[in-house]
Every structure is written in C-alpha cells, then in structure tokens.
C-alpha cells in the first residue's frame, strides 16, 4: 500500500510527527496485512487453472501482489479460486475443501464456468454457477480470463478486503463456523441437502415422463 | 563426475539471473527506459526478450493486439445532430450462431404499421455465459457487433449486459481495432459508391426510355 | 476413407455368414453379428494384422430402434484402418461381448459406453460407470435422454431470436436448479453410494511375512484435489508398504458433457467447444474436427491454409512439450524453475496464437476449408524469429538446464513404463508408444493435411523407461521445429479459405472418423450426419482418456513415489479426458 493510503487514518496529525511516525487505524493495517497476503488454494479445475499458472508464472507474477504462495492445503488458504467447470460429481470435494478453510476465506469465481456454468451451462454434469453453494466474492468474467483479467479481478477482491472492518467481521463473532456449507449428496442427481424438502415437494408434483 | 550435470543447470539458472542486469545497463547505456514504456515492453514480448519477463500489470499493460477478444458490444454512430445511431438490424445471425446461446434479442415492431423495424427493442448478452469465440462478430453482416479489449471486468456479481452495457460509440471501436475499422469504411464506402453510381446510371437513363 | 478393396473381399469373404459390408449411403466399413464379434475381431488382430484398437464408439439410432456399436481398428505399421460394427436391438438389457480380451485398450472405451449409452459389455471384467457416478439415474447420450435445461433438441434455440425476452435457465425447471430427479423422489430415503464397487475391484488382500507379522494392504484415494494429478483426476490405490498392488483411476470430475452439447450443436458451433477439450492445444483440436468435417463435406483445403493449419499445430506442440517436461519437474520435486522457464516460451507462442485468433488459449481459429484469418506479415516474422532463432536455442538451453541432471537421471533412469506389445495392447498412442519402440506416427503412418510433403524423423527411443518417455519429448520439439522451418519457407501465397464464410454448413449423410496426431497421441473425431445442420452423433477420441487404461498396468509394482512421475509421463489433461 502507497504510504499515503496507509498514513491517513481520516483525522489531522500534527505537523511535526507528520513524517515521522505512521498513524493509521487499525483495520487499515489489519486489511492492509490479510489484502497483501491472500493465499490462493493450490486447486485447479479445468481450462481456466492453465490461466491461473500463466498468472503465477515470469510474465504476470502474482507474487507482487502477496498471492505465490500457493497451498496445497485447505487449512492454510485464504482464497479459493475455483477455476474452471464446476462439475456434479466434483462440487462435493469443493464444498468439502471450502469447509476445511479457516476464515477469513474468500471465493473467487473465474470465467464463466464457475459463474454460472458458462458454455457448458446446459450440460447434465454441470453445476450452473459455485455460487448456488458457496458465497462467491469476486465474479471474473472470461472463458479463459486472461492472466491479466485475473490479477484485474483480484485486485477487484483486495478492494473488497479493504472495506472490511474488524469490529463486523464475522470471523472474530461467536457464531461457530458461520459460512459452513452442509455437502451436498450424489443421488439420482446432486441434492442439495439444505432443499430436501423442496426437492421432494417438486419431485412429487412433477409431470411424470 | 558426480554433480556435474547439476552445476550445468545451475550455470543456466546463474545466467538467467544475471540476463537482467546486462540488459538493464544496456539500456541505460543507451539512454532508454526499459520499464513502464511501450519500447520496452514490446521488447519484454519479442523473440529477443532476455532477462526479466514480467510486465507489472496493472502499471504496465501488455499491448494487446488488434484481434484480441473479450466480450462482445454493440457499435453505434453518432449523427450530425448527436443522435445514436444504432449498427444493429436484430437480424438474428449472432443470437443463431452463438454456440453457448447467450445472446438474446428483442425485435422491434412499427406501432403503426406492426411490420418489423431495424432497430432492436432489447438487447442481452449474458457475460457469464459467453465464450468469448467470436463468432457473432465475425459473421454479423452489418458490422454491428464486435469484441471488445476491455478485460478489468470483474464485478461483485454476476454479469448480464443489456443495450445499455453493450453500446459503445464508433469512435471506440475505431480506437481499439483501427485497421478493422479503415477495412470496413472503405468496403462500406465502396458499396455506398457503387449505389449511388447505379442509382445515377437508373437516373440517367430513365429519362431516354 | 473407405477400407481398400482387397479388404473388403476379405473379411466378407472369410466371414460369409456373419460379415456384411455397410451399405448404408456415406456409411463404409463392416456389420459383424453380435453372435460372431469375437471370433472376427480375433481374426482382424491376428490374421489381418490389424493391432491397434483405437476408438469403440457406442451410436444410438433411435428411430430404427437399434444400437450401434463402431470399433475403429489400425495397423502400427501405418495405412488406413478397418471399421467394423456390430448392431443390437434397442431393447433393455442391451448386451454386446466384450473385446477387453482381445484388445485391452476397449476397457474404459467399453465403460464409456455403458455409463452414456447403456450398453452392456459381456465379459468385460469391471464393468461399472466411469464418467457419471453410480447411482446416477440414466444414461445420459441416449437420444431419449433429456437433461435438467433441456430447451430443444437441436441449436439455434427459438427463444433467443426475434422475442429473446431474457431469462435464466434456472427458473424455467422444476427445481429451479440443474438438477433433474424421478418423479416421487424423495432425498432423505436415499442410500448413498459408499463406492464399494470400486473399492472391491481393487485388490485387497493381506499377507504374512515370514516373522508372521500380519501386515494389511492399505487404500489410498489420491485426488480429486491433489496438486500433481494434473488436475481433478482421482486415483484409488492399494500399497504394500510403499509399492502399488492394485489401481483404479476414477475419472469424470470434469466431465462437461461434450458429446451431448456437441450433437444439439451445429457443425459449426462445436469449433470453440473442441478448443476447451484439451485446453493446452486447442490448435490441434481444432485440426483433428476440421478434417472430420472436411472428410464428410468432401471439400478441398484452400492450399496457403494447410500450411498456416500445420504451422500452428506444431507450435502447439512444442509449447505443450515444454509444459509437459516444466509440470513433469514440478512433480519430481523441482518445484516452478523449470515450469517458469517453459512457460516464458508458452508466452511468446500465445502471443503468436493471440495476434492470429484473438485469443490466447481458446483460439477458435480454423473453419471449414481453411482458417479464419491470414497470418500478418510482422506475425510472420516473429514466428520465423521464434522458429529460427529462439526456440532452438531455448530447447539448448532447457536440455543443458535439466537433461544432465544426475537427480533427474537417477529418478527416471530404468524405472520400466511400458513394453511395445503392452502399450499396443492398450491402445496407447503418441509419445508413450513411440517410447516403447514402436515409431507409430499419424502425421506418417496415415498422413493428412500435408504432412507427406515435410522431411522428419518420427522419434522414436527404445528402452521403454522413463528418462526414454522424457526425452522423447525433446526428440519431437526438434522434429516440430525441422517441419516449421520447411513450412515457413514453402507456405504459398493465396486465398486462406476454399469456402465462402457460412454460418450454417451443409453436411451430407454419412460417417466419418478424422485423426491427427495430438501432442498427447490420437486425437480422433467421429461424427454422423443424417444431413441436417445439426451432427446426429458427435464423439471425441481423446488420447489421454485411452491412454489412461495402461495406468493399471504401468503402475502395479511400482513404488508409490513413482506413481506421481509415471502419471505425469502420460501428459493427461483432464479436459480432453473427461469432456
């Protein structure tokens, strides 16, 4: 962060401690230290995660924003960029490996796939969008997002992060595991566990083929 | 001996790293700036690039070429009076080509007459489905609809584009695609051309027969 | 292309009562009667030579009420191939015998066919879904099958155009999502599948050893999300302490329906889908359609575009090569280096891609007849600085940077991949079999576009190990940069399209398979026309989902750590795996 973000907590200093000593507030430095070292999990899904290498690698360099290191493990990410087609049969190990994140995670949906199913939309294997189970954060638009695309994204994400204040975070509240995702089954098709009823209501009126 | 093929990777790695300091004095001995200006980045994108390869977006920007496609828009022209002009017949090929079928248009009728007019009502591309192929710009016959460069397109959800999000004047189009543009005046131009010689050739022989 | 004529005498002539040829109108090839389909296919493998099974491709003809069931089969020592069938009513149990013991490489071919299509192969020694998962209900490239979106049968949708009022998908199903259920369903008395299929087909057993220490065999489940399975592949294994005793890939995590969106596809809109099967060479994707379609349309190639078409798909492979040989360190341990290194040189050859398509990874870049846009003269010029300059210098460099590494050397140096005869056994093609000592080359051994105009060596190593897998890679860049460099200096001037561009084409009734050689292998196209604009039956042979059935047998005995490296040595992606 400029030092003149960092350095105006939104009241007057004083001149002679003006250059000095740094006065900000604590969620600036709190979101400057979390948008400065988001850690994408090391997980890649289809077309789109070839982009998302392209991003780490010497032409785009994500690590000058804080975002190389990444992990293969759920327990140690921040972010999870589902990258690419997000199929029926895979949701349950997303869902599971969103849950395993500690928070404060965020999602990232990049292209279209994991937007809203993108080309594939109507395939029978697809699900149409990660955000119909998980809270998605930043939407990239693209089939694939250039790498570009995607570090304008993220950027996107680190503006996001800087809105967030400690004091409403929900991570620090006494709710337990506020963003938990109950998994979701593998039956006839995907059921949505928190929809049983609707699902079976549905089924019951349904015009039978 | 053993480890030798290990010093003989590592001379690479070793060369490598110091690749950008000779280029960098190289430059400065030649008085010219190698980062943050378009010289060096096309340099950075040649066959002769050496050294570091990174183009530090969002600072700097890879030149992106004149076919690069991102999400589609709809061209319009500005009249003498400053009234949009829109490009668009709502013809249909782009929505009948669309593989992933993403565009959706709405076909004007006449109040009066009820017979079908140029203009389209509405107008919807979902940003989230699309593929970024290409093909309703490639075969819209009125050059009405072509791929846009703007790629920082992330939003915080989901990207439907109506008339409003897709109509970009002329003038942009002409900025991003220049040589696209002067090839289509001039084919325009020439059909114009060729019009109106006919229409004169009609005038002018009316009279005799 | 039809068999030769010789041929044709000869199999009806050897199989009077149980061969016919097709006679359907654009059709070629053989019936085989379900009765006698081993017996002929033994014949074709041993008296006809023919060992290389490469495509079993399952067809529903729901108006005249049968099945079908295709089996491309080719000589390694190159010609056209034979196509024979074998025809069933369209009755449930549909029941074919299994060719898994003739040519193992129908095994998850065979699969495919009854997850997609229902068929049941008899004899077949593990018969269970392999893309869906087991409990699914139905299956799903049967014509009478309709998904949860379902809108029409066949592109474009009439909603879209000239009332295209704008809605979801989502609100127009029952349950307002993707999904699609019997009726009087009801989710909370449902078993869930625990995969003990799966699980019982591994083999698991436990052993003594001579102290009578009791020692159990342990699964392992690697993936779908693992950092080195190239992706959202899954691996179900049994170990013996650290050495493999049994192995069961279980794929379909990124199965995007491919052939199904295909077929509702008009020939023309299944261009961008092929550049997303495999995502790092959508160039050679789109060669191996555009020839399928070509072959049906029975049209000319405009002469200047065959050579921007090979121009392309050999950088293309030569990108994917580098890639492969950067990830492939990236599993041994060598962690980004050399990935970094080989994508510096994928960049510079996306730039070429971007420049001549628009796009970097999803080129969408050929049509019917030729290309879409000409190469620009200062494009042109920078491929010829790529080819002539850079690229072999780079490849130098990146053998210098690796291939002398005594850690790399000791890893790869005789661990056994495949023999010839297994690895023709299984269908596996591409740089795994060339490794194995058998120099199968499409580009040489049934060559298309004009490949038969260019002077290279098809590369070939014989020590079927892994260090012989790995190098072969380098063999083939340096063959690809040989078949650039004539390129580049014979390309003619001209039209780069023998068509005029057409949204809508119009293809006869018929039948045509389309190969080329992918740098991942045989990449093979099959499609039937009923002469609408829509294909009636659309399939994909991807290269990596064939090879995968020798994973099995490459693997057993090996130690685990191996594993990683034997599985990057394939070159999977899962796009062109799964569709």
């Known amino acids: 962060m400029e030092n003149e973000t960092i ?48 991003a780490q690698t010497a032409r785009y360099d994500m690590s000058r924003f804080g975002m190389e290191v990444m992990r293969p493990t759920p327990r140690q990410a921040d972010m ?61 638009p693209g089939c694939p997002p250039t ?15 800087d809105k967030q204040s400690i004091r409403t975070a929900p991570w620090y509240s006494k709710m337990k595991d506020p963003n938990y995702v109950p998994m979701p089954i593998l039956g006839p098709d995907l059921i949505d566990v928190r929809r049983n009823a609707e699902i079976r209501d549905a089924a019951a009126t349904k015009e039978s083929a | 001996m053993f480890g030798k093929g290990i010093l003989k990777g590592l001379s690479v790695t070793w060369k490598r790293f110091w690749d950008t300091y000779l280029e960098d004095i190289s430059w400065m001995l030649r008085g010219k700036k190698r980062y943050y200006t378009e010289e060096g980045i096309k340099h950075r994108s040649s066959a002769d690039t050496k050294g570091i390869f990174t183009i530090q977006y969002p600072e700097e920007q890879l030149i992106l070429p004149e076919e690069a496609r991102y999400l589609p828009f709809l061209v319009y022209n500005v009249d003498a009076e400053g009234k949009k002009e829109v490009l668009c017949t709502s013809c249909g090929i782009c929505a009948k080509v669309c593989p992933p079928q993403c565009i959706w248009i709405v076909r004007s009728n006449d109040p009066v007459t009820g017979r079908p007019v140029p203009e389209p009502t509405e107008f919807y591309i979902d940003g989230d489905i699309c593929m970024n192929c290409g093909f309703c710009a490639e075969y819209c016959p009125f050059d009405a609809i072509k791929m846009d460069h703007d790629f920082a397109i992330a939003s915080y959800g989901r990207n439907v584009l109506n008339m409003e999000k897709l109509l970009k004047p002329s003038s942009y189009y002409e900025g991003i695609r220049p040589q696209n543009f002067a090839r289509e005046e001039e084919a325009r131009k020439a059909k114009e051309a060729a019009k109106a010689a006919k229409a004169e050739a009609a005038a002018s022989a009316a009279p005799t027969a | 292309m039809a068999a030769p004529l010789t041929l044709t005498v000869n199999l009806v002539a050897r199989f009077p009562n149980s061969v016919s040829a097709d006679a359907r109108p654009g059709y070629s090839g053989f019936i085989v009667t379900k009765e006698s389909l081993t017996e002929v296919a033994t014949a074709i493998r041993d008296e006809f030579g023919y060992d290389l099974l490469t495509a079993v491709i399952a067809v529903d003809y729901i108006n005249e009420n049968k099945m079908e069931v295709v089996y491309h089969a080719y000589k390694t020592t190159g010609g056209p191939g034979l196509v024979f069938k074998v025809q069933v009513e369209r009755v449930d149990p549909i029941e074919v015998p299994s060719l898994v013991e003739i040519w193992a490489g129908a095994d998850f071919q065979e699969r495919e066919a009854w997850d997609l299509h229902g068929i049941k192969f008899i004899g077949h020694p593990d018969l269970r879904r392999i893309l869906m998962w087991e409990g699914f209900d139905g299956h799903p490239l049967r014509k009478d099958w309709k998904e949860a979106f379902y809108e029409e049968d066949t592109k474009p949708f009439k909603s879209r155009w000239p009332d295209g009022q704008f809605y979801m998908a989502e609100s127009k ?11 009087d369903f009801d989710p909370d008395t449902l078993i869930v599948d625990k995969e003990e299929d799966l699980y019982s087909s591994l083999e698991r057993h436990s052993t003594k050893d001579d102290d009578g220490l009791k020692t159990d065999h342990i699964v392992v489940n690697m993936g779908p999300h693992h950092p080195s399975t190239h992706g959202v592949l899954r691996v179900a294994l049994t170990l013996d302490g650290e050495t493999i005793v049994g192995l069961k890939p279980v794929m379909g995590y990124l ?22 099967l495999d995502y790092f060479n959508s160039m050679s994707n789109n060669f191996g359609y555009a020839i399928t379609v070509e072959k049906l349309m029975k049209i000319a190639v405009a002469e200047r575009a065959e050579y921007i078409r090979v121009i392309m798909a050999e950088l293309t492979r030569i990108q994917n090569h580098l890639v492969f040989a950067g990830t492939l360190l990236n599993d041994l341990g060598a962690m980004y280096t050399p990935s970094i290194y080989a994508f510096e040189e994928r960049e510079l050859i996306l730039d070429i891609f971007e420049e001549v398509s628009g796009a970097r990874m999803m080129c969408n870049y050929f049509r019917f007849g030729g290309v879409v846009r000409d190469i620009p003269d200062h494009v042109m010029q920078k491929i010829k600085d790529l080819v002539f300059e850079r690229l072999p210098a780079k490849t130098d460099e990146m053998e210098r940077f690796l291939n002398e590494n005594e850690i790399l050397v000791a890893r790869l140096k005789g661990v056994h991949v495949l023999s010839a005869e297994d690895a023709v056994r299984y269908s596996v093609t591409g740089p795994v079999l060339r490794a194995a000592g058998v120099p199968y080359d499409i580009r040489r051994a049934d060559p298309y576009s004009v490949y038969d105009r260019f002077d290279f060596d098809v590369a070939v190593r014989y020590n079927c190990d892994m260090l012989d897998n790995y190098l072969i890679r380098f063999d083939e860049i340096r063959q690809s940069i040989r078949i650039l460099e004539q390129a580049i200096k014979q390309i003619p001037q001209g039209p780069i399209n023998s068509q005029k561009p057409a949204y809508q084409v119009r293809v ?30 659309y399939h994909v042979r991807p290269a990596s989902f064939v090879n995968m059935t020798a994973l099995e047998k490459m693997c057993l005995g090996t130690k685990i750590a191996d594993f990683i490296a034997l599985l990057g040595m394939l070159d999977i992606v899962m796009g062109e795996l799964d569709r």
């Open chain 3, 173 to 183: 199903n029952p349950f307002k999502d993707n999904i699609n259920f019997p009726k």
């Open chain 3, 255 to 276: 199965h995007r329906n491919h052939d199904k969106i295909g077929e509702r596809n008009t020939y023309l809109q299944i261009i961008p889908y092929t550049d997303r």
């Open chain 1, 147 to 161: 790498p570009q695309a995607l570090i304008a994204g993220l950027i996107k994400l680190q503006e996001k992060i």
């Open chain 1, 7 to 54: 350095n105006s907590p939104g009241y007057d200093i004083p001149d002679d401690i003006k250059n000095n000593i740094a006065v900000t507030t604590i969620d600036r430095l709190y979101n400057w230290g979390r948008r400065s070292s988001v850690w994408p999990l090391m997980f890649g899904l289809a077309c789109c995660a070839i982009e998302m290498i392209a």
């Open chain 3, 508 to 537: 006869p009734a018929g039948e045509a398979y389309g190969r080329v050689e992918s740098p991942k292998g045989e990449l093979g196209f099959y499609i039937i026309s009923n002469g609408k604009p829509n294909p009636w039956r």
């Open chain 1, 80 to 140: 999870l960029l589902v990258s690419g087609t997000v199929t029926k049969k895979m949701l349950p190990s997303i869902v599971r490996l969103y849950n395993q994140m500690p928070e404060p995670k965020y999602v990232v949906a990049m292209g279209a796939c994991a937007s809203s199913g993108g080309p594939f939309k109507e395939g029978y294997n697809v699900v149409a969008g990660i955000d119909k189970f998980l809270p998605v954060d930043v939407y990239i």
